[in-house]
């Protein structure tokens, strides 16, 4: 059994802001956490490989710091990784201290990896050593299946691509390259990206700079008859057409909070395309301490506000003033009382453009044993009274029984859907930790209920990632020119 899938990024440029505007290195920190949480989550190849340049500046006094950023990142990967350093890298070794250093050739699923550092040439080309040119020949005739040659700068037949970047001699290595099964030449480099293209057996690709938008890294394919080649264009900026709205961003007072800073999550949210974003903050960490939050005090029936302990409200609106207009808007994420009630001061209401309910808790799943009948009695029971409320949106549906690790009652949904639509409150799609249940979600869409995306951003690369949400609505059968009928574009309203 041949073939395999790799997800190939490129061209990263961290570091400080350059001459460059196009590079936006001072978020790329930023971008490769959010590519490698989406590869974990939603991807799956068998191998991830970055072709060079992760560093604007390899040489900078700072590049210590930004290689172990980015290793720390690269740890995350459920996958092997393989790193290979670019022109702007500085030093092989300094850089290979702070990554693994691949092997030279090594084989996966039956496709044979070849990696090459090609010593720079004038106008930003390389040169493949003769030694080099030799191992890869040996390599082609030993191997009969695909081979996969790695390398930072494009490798291709001149004239046969518009990239002004080529191995200087790659007519040269090209023939070493010809031999029974396909070859893939894999480069970085070229921002623009260049286009997979085949000659007789032999496919060209270069992937596109992660720093530049769209910000977009390829996810590679070979076949399993490891005869062909394809290649799916990854993008971490939404499009720009669709105007979506992110309904739901945490700042540092959530106590799960990771690292949200009001500023950067809205100049993040115009880099991921977003039309908007609403703060939403847990409505109880406001107000409780975090041991009194962690136990549900807020939860009890008919509870009381701590009197003089409102001063975490107070600094959360006024973190957030500096950053609302027209695209940010506060909010609020309620949370609610056995009973259903909104654990809300009316002077934080009457500050919110959007307000979310939310259920976090159920009496019943407290329990060692939950009766699940029981539980789904108590959610419709606080449901009903919340969505009465006058609530824009219900935040995460039914999340509740999945952080119990219980199943979700399917009964739950048709009432659910039918209070929704009587009081006109959106259903968010909700992803983080989390998975929406497509079946509610079809439910609502045949109930005319409105939708809401919500990222739940805890940390900020999590701002705007809506590939789930756009993933789950085109399963659904909604095709994109009626999002902004369907979803709230512009936040509440
Ligand atoms: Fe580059
Ligand atoms: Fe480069
Ligand atoms: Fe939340």
Same mark, same amino acid.
């Given at each position: 059994? *041949? ?15 350059? +001459? ?21 989550? %939603? ?43 670019? @022109? ?19 084989? !996966? ?55 002004? %970047?080529?191995?200087? @001699? ?59 080649? #394809? ?29 949200? *800073? ?43 506000? +701590? ?24 909010? !609020? ?8 009630? !909104? ?40 449901? #009903? ?45 909700? %992803? ?47 095709? +994109? ?10 936040? +509440?309203?």
């Amino acid at each position: 059994m *041949v073939g395999l899938k790799i997800a190939v990024l490129s061209d990263l440029h961290v570091g400080d802001p350059g +001459p460059i505007e196009a590079r936006r290195s001072e978020i790329a920190d930023v971008l490769l956490l959010r590519a490698i949480h989406r590869i974990n989550r %939603y991807l799956h190849p068998d191998l991830t490989v970055l072709l060079g340049d992760l560093l604007d500046d390899g040489q900078a006094p700072e590049a210590d710091r930004w290689r172990r950023t980015i290793r720390e990142t690269l740890d995350l990967l459920d996958t092997p990784v393989v790193v290979l350093p670019g @022109n702007h890298d500085g030093d092989i070794d300094a850089f290979y201290r702070d990554f693994p250093r691949p092997p030279s050739a090594f084989t !996966l699923n039956g496709v044979r990896f070849l990696v090459f550092f090609d010593p720079e040439e004038p106008g930003w080309n390389a040169r493949r050593t003769e030694q080099d040119i030799r191992r890869l020949a040996g390599e082609r005739r030993a191997h009969a299946g695909p081979l996969v040659s790695l390398q930072h700068v494009p490798l291709f037949p001149p004239g046969r691509a518009t990239c002004p %970047y080529n191995l200087v @001699n790659s007519p040269e290595v090209l023939r070493a390259l010809r031999g029974p099964g396909i070859s893939l030449t894999l480069s970085g480099h070229e921002h623009k990206g260049m286009q997979l293209f085949r000659q007789d057996r032999l496919f060209f690709a270069a992937t596109p700079a992660l720093c530049e938008v769209p910000f977009r890294f390829w996810m590679i394919t070979i076949g399993d008859d490891g005869k062909d080649v #394809s290649v799916h264009d990854e993008r971490l900026r939404m499009p720009d057409e669709l105007r979506l709205f992110d309904g739901h961003v945490h700042t540092r007072f959530a106590y799960c909070g990771e690292n949200m *800073v009001v500023s950067r999550a809205v100049s993040l949210a115009r880099d991921f395309g977003l039309a908007g974003l609403g703060f939403a903050e847990h409505s109880a960490h406001l107000y409780w301490n975090r041991q009194d939050c962690g136990r549900g005090a807020y939860a009890e029936p008919g509870v009381r506000i +701590p009197a003089g302990k409102h001063l975490r409200a107070e600094d959360y609106f006024a973190a957030i003033e500096p950053a609302l207009g027209p695209q940010v808007v506060p909010g !609020l994420e309620a949370d609610l009382t056995y009973a259903g009630e !909104l654990v809300l001061r009316p002077k934080d209401r009457a500050r919110c453009r959007l307000l979310l309910a939310a259920v976090h808790r159920l009496p019943e799943l407290q329990t060692p044993n939950p009766d699940l009948d029981k539980a789904a009695d108590e959610f419709l029971h606080i449901v #009903s009274r919340a969505l009465s409320a006058g609530v824009d949106v219900l935040a995460h549906p039914f999340r509740v029984f999945r952080r119990s690790r219980q199943p979700i009652p399917e009964k739950l949904y048709a009432p659910t859907v039918r209070l929704l639509r009587e009081h006109g409150v959106a259903a968010e799609i909700n %992803y983080h930790t989390n998975e929406p249940p497509e079946a509610f979600v079809r439910l609502c869409l045949d109930a005319g209920v409105r939708l809401a995306f919500g990222s739940d951003s805890h940390n900020l690369y999590e701002v705007g990632e809506f590939r789930p949400h756009l993933a789950l609505l085109e399963r659904c059968g909604v095709p +994109p020119s009626d999002l902004s009928e369907i979803l709230r574009p512009g936040g +509440p309203g």
